[in-house]
């Protein structure tokens, strides 16, 4: 039995850089799943035998091959003989860069030339089996995006594969689960257009997002704005987005409570909020119980935060929700409360638009 640290923690290592999100993941070359279960290791994993390791918990998953038999990501058959080797292992893998080992005396082993591409700082293919998982078309816009500040690029015939990917159907058999997740972790690097950059350049953009205008992506917006949370970057993706739209895309992809609430009040309210103070204090108002920043102050900060990276002065903004909050209700008619409260609420709008004037 032979054990070998493998993928990203390799790579990450030859780039010289420290990612805490990086985990070791290791292949075990001529072992059975009995013989990992003999020495303490927990197997986990439907679709292949992964072991956690006893002690570190980290995963140890053991060499195999793959066949491809149906559509979609899922369709694999997997044979984890412990005749496979290392070299049959790498050769499944995405990308050439994922593709390096590096066994217990520290030495390399790197059939698929992964060492040279990140030299070169190309991502490309390890085979032609890539195209039959359309996973992997998201994770190379993922990698693309993460390793754009290195200067890495698409090599030319991996992007000939994606488009043929996209061309042929295979991309459609992505489930949402899947795509929300490769999404979601590229908002959190430093240049997440990019990953959208890449989708829409192999095609797959129009067929994973249909309901969303292309043209009206905000990719430009959130390009370099940095020190933001990964929920305000998706709303600023979709603010340009028509409401229906962004309703659809967030139903479609299953996107968590947080994401989809901001996403859609900020579509809904940033042409307003662009010239809030140039409307009515009825339209003022409007805006500010419309977005519930009297009752969800934490969720309207995040939308301030939006409103603020795409320039919008929202500092008078936070003033007035300020002012509206210091509303002394005890001194209003107990028995017309509800007119009261919106007849002072609208007295104080005016007056601040007043003073803006």
Known sequence: MEIYLVGGAVRDALLGIADINTENDYVVVGASPDEML?????????????FLHPKTHEEYALARTERKVGAGYTGFEFDTDTTVSLEEDLSRRDLTVNAIAKNADGDLIDPYGGASDIQSKKLKHVSEAFKEDPVRVLRVARFTSRFYPFGFSIAQETKQLMSEMVTSGEVDALVPERVFKELSLSLSYDKPAVFFDVLLECGAFQRLFPMLDATKSGILHIADIQDTSE????????????????????????????????????????????ILFNQSADAILSFIQGADALRRQQ????????????????????????????????????????????????????RFLDSTQ
């Open 299 to 350: 969720r309207f900060e995040q939308l301030l935060e939006v409103f603020d990276c795409l320039g919008i002065n929202t500092y008078p903004i936070e003033q007035l929700v300020d002012a509206l909050k210091q509303i002394d209700v005890s001194k209003l008619d107990k028995a017309q409360i509800v007119k009261e409260l919106a007849r002072e609420r609208l007295s104080v709008t005016q």
């Open 231 to 274: 929920a305000v970057r998706f709303s600023l993706w979709l603010y340009q987005q028509n409401l229906g739209a962004v309703q659809s895309l967030c139903s479609h992809l299953k996107c968590p409570k947080e994401y989809q609430q901001l996403a859609e009040l900020s579509a809904e309210w940033y042409p307003t909020a662009k």
């Open 38 to 50: 003999s020495l303490g290791y927990r197997q986990v994993g439907k679709e292949f035998p992964v």
